[in-house]
């Protein structure tokens, strides 16, 4: 198995951008969720850790907080700096190697929206995370429900870590699952201590929207939402 399966994105990276924005499943479920974890972002120092096309490093810059961006993927690289306007320092990275970039302490906060399921082992990037946060820091990210990726499983092994693929309306993708036991320990032993975990349903769309997944999501799991603190 590969660390990564960041390369997932060298296909669809285009596609995924354009879509994002309009969609009902982004504005209706993935991103109120993500903005209802946010704590106050004024003057704080943030990392958007696997930014994607820039959504919340522009949200986040928006409020006042200082903002490091990077992803993996070139595409989304360019997309977060034309986004923020040179507001946001953006690099390229690679989450599952050492952030060479940052200083030990240097980081209030670390937001990362489903970016730690395409990691084949979370524990070297959590660290990383851990040293790179002030004390007291806070990480805060989401990641697909280990439950629902249960589905795509051909085993029948829940506590098993394994590679999934799922074909999304944009294109294949890779990632990895684990169980929710397996979160929680790499957490604890890379450092921190869970405060909130959060299993976020949607929010109601007007009548006028086709949001067909909105049953679904109101009564079945789809996405985890966690906020830890640096021990
Ligand atoms: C589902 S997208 C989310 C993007 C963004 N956080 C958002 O919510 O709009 C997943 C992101 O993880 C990034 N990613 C995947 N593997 C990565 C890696 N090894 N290092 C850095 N970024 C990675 C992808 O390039 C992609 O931008």
């Avoid at 082992?121 to 959590?126: E, G, M, V, Y």
């Avoid at 805060?140 to 098993?160: C, K, M, R, V």
């Avoid at 990895?176 to 890379?190: G, V, W």
């Avoid at 769309?205 to 640096?230: E, H, I, Q, S, W």
Wanted: proline share 6%.
């Amino acid at each position: 198995m590969e660390k990564h399966t960041g390369s997932t994105y060298d296909e669809i990276a285009e596609k995924y951008a354009d879509a994002q924005d309009n969609k009902p499943w982004t504005i209706y479920f993935e991103r109120p969720a993500v903005l209802n974890f946010l704590p106050d972002l004024a003057n704080k120092d943030v990392l958007d850790a696997g930014c994607g096309p820039g959504f919340y490093s522009h949200f986040m810059a928006d409020r006042g907080a200082r903002v490091t961006a990077f992803d993996f993927n070139s595409v989304f690289v360019e997309q977060t700096q034309a986004r923020t306007n040179g507001r946001v320092t953006v690099l390229q990275a690679d989450i599952a190697e050492p952030l060479n970039f940052a200083a030990d302490g240097s980081y209030d906060l670390i937001v990362s929206v489903l970016v730690l399921h395409y990691l084949k082992d979370w524990q070297p990037t959590l660290k990383e995370f851990n040293r790179v946060l002030r004390p007291n820091g806070r990480l805060i990210f989401s990641t697909h429900h280990p439950f629902t990726d249960l589905e795509l499983s051909s085993g029948d092994d829940y506590f098993a870590t394994e590679l999934l693929e799922d074909e999304w309306d944009v294109g294949k993708v890779q990632f990895y699952r684990r169980p929710l036991s397996k979160i929680s320990r790499d957490l604890f032993e890379s450092g921190f201590v869970i405060e909130e975990i959060g299993e976020p349903q949607p929010i109601k769309p007007p009548k006028d929207v086709a949001f067909n997944a909105y049953g679904r999501t109101m009564k079945k799991p789809a996405r985890l939402m966690v906020r830890v603190c640096k021990r």
